[in-house]
């Protein structure tokens, strides 16, 4: 009965006052008895499907194309680290410190070294700022155990590497231009 009186209200306007607009107690279905149902037709206007001209309508050419593959990605760094010797690990982060993918040694947080890594090519770009160097092309990390290498893939992203300590530099930055090449597409 409350929706009858709704219906009423949003159909004729609103003529009742508010004490009349309030809804009753529910019934449950065994207080409703067949000949208390109300049922109020709305009707709709009809759509003639055949008067639509499909052809004027514009629809996109590429749909999906504009978003990152992230598998792609993936798939990308898993061949890196896989394929080049003594590279250990390597992730791909955001230059808001938020990674995009990565394959990293067992134990190391992958939202801790995302945030490093884009904390420490901040840091290193403001350092080449300072003493005049220019921009920065990737920031060496060495340690007694290895290297880690911050090169950056355009404007989107910034790739950190890990690779061991008998790892020999030039083929280490070799691959990572080859890699930073096949990434960098993946992100336009």
Not at 64 to 82: A, P, R, W, Y
Not at 152 to 180: D, H, M, N, P, T
Request: glycine share 10%; hydrophobic share 45%.
């Amino acid at each position: 009965m409350a929706l009858g009186r709704i219906l009423k209200l949003l159909m004729g306007g609103f003529q009742q006052s508010p004490s009349e607009i309030l809804p009753e107690p529910q019934k449950t279905e065994s207080d409703i008895k067949p000949d208390e149902v109300e049922a109020t037709v709305i009707p709709t206007p009809a759509i003639e499907l055949q008067s639509l001209d499909l052809t004027a309508i514009e629809l996109p050419t590429s749909l999906g194309q504009d978003m990152i593959n992230i598998s792609m990605l993936q798939q990308e760094l898993q061949n890196f680290v896989t394929g080049a010797s003594d590279v250990q690990g390597a992730a791909l982060v955001s230059p808001d410190g938020l990674a995009l993918a990565s394959v990293l040694p067992g134990g190391m947080d992958e939202e801790r070294t995302a945030a490093m890594s884009a904390s420490m090519l901040s840091l290193g770009e403001r350092i080449g700022r300072e003493l005049a160097r220019g921009n920065v092309e990737r920031i060496v990390v060495e340690g007694e155990k290895g290297y880690g290498v911050l090169i950056g893939c355009g404007s989107e992203a910034v790739l950190l590497v890990l690779a061991g300590a008998a790892v020999k530099q030039g083929i280490l930055f070799l691959e990572l231009k080859r890699v930073v090449a096949r990434i960098a597409p993946l992100l336009a």
